[in-house]
């Protein structure tokens, strides 16, 4: 008698080979999400910072080449508008004169309009030089490697606080490592008409993202009351967010106006 093969074999060989394909198309799937994943990070780890801080980079040449055109068509004017002021005051009124320190303020020009650049940031300690714009949208300003002054405080040189917000992370990080800013380093903030020398006074290292007393007139923290000041005069604030990599809580740098030059 002939010997028969039984069929069964045949059932666990194709069972093998379709575990196989399974398993060969889960890897497949992973190793691709695994590739994605990879290239999102290196999108948003390099790429982004690559391309914010060469257009950073690009707006701080093109604000100082129209500094040096007539003062009608720098960027601080508005068609029709010559004589408007700046918006530190309640009225938008223009605010030449002295600052609380004493240091003679140039008159500012108009309004500035939203996401418009319009100043330059520089912290030597850092290495930073960056544009600062009116606002702090994330698209229109601090996604393109921008610093963000924040509306209705005041602008530079008056007596208030000249706010600022900057990415830590990411779209050209250019407040990455205030945390390293200490009491007497310098925050030079240039414009059309001056430039305006903050010195760094105090820190908060970590408070609550709702924590508008930083930014106030006179800024004090209202999560830990002991930060901040309890007087009137010309400050600047610098804001992010931290943790690194997080936004959960806020990084403050307070300084003082110490120096003004006209330009």
Same mark, same amino acid.
């Given at each position: ?54 257009? !950073? ?24 508008n ?13 605010? #030449? ?5 004493? +240091?003679?303020?140039? !008159?500012?020009s ?19 030089v960056?544009?600062? !714009? ?10 393109k ?7 209705r405080?005041a602008q ?14 990411? +779209? #050209? ?35 609550? !993202? ?54």
């Amino acid at each position: 008698m002939r010997e028969r093969i039984p069929v069964v074999v045949q059932h666990h060989v194709r069972g093998r080979r379709a575990f196989a394909r399974g398993l060969w198309t889960v890897a497949e799937a992973v190793v691709t999400l695994g590739v994605v994943l990879l290239l999102l990070v290196v999108h948003q780890l390099w790429w982004t910072n690559r391309q914010a801080r060469v257009g !950073a980079e690009d707006e701080v040449r093109a604000l100082r080449k129209t500094w040096q055109e007539p003062e009608g068509r720098g960027p601080g004017r508005t068609d029709g508008n010559p004589g408007t002021g700046s918006g530190g005051g309640p009225d938008g009124a223009a605010s #030449g004169g002295r600052t609380a320190q004493g +240091h003679h303020a140039p !008159a500012a020009s108009a309004e500035p309009r939203w996401d418009q650049a319009y100043a330059v940031i520089r912290i030597p300690r850092i290495g930073l030089v960056a544009p600062v !714009a009116q606002g702090i949208g994330r698209r229109g300003v601090l996604d393109k490697g921008y610093v963000g002054h924040y509306p209705r405080t005041a602008q530079p040189g008056e007596t208030g606080n000249f706010a600022l917000a900057g990415h830590r992370n990411t +779209h #050209g990080e250019p407040f990455r490592y205030i945390d390293r800013l200490r009491r007497g380093d310098l925050i030079g903030i240039e414009t059309r008409e001056a430039v305006y020398t903050y010195t760094v006074d105090r820190t908060l290292a970590r408070t609550s !993202a709702l924590d508008s007393g930083v930014i106030a007139a006179v800024p004090r923290s209202e999560v830990k009351p002991r930060a901040g000041y309890t007087a009137g005069g010309s400050y600047v604030t610098l804001t992010t967010c931290t943790p690194e990599f997080t936004s959960r809580y806020r990084l403050v740098v307070w300084g003082r106006l110490t120096g003004v030059r006209a330009r």
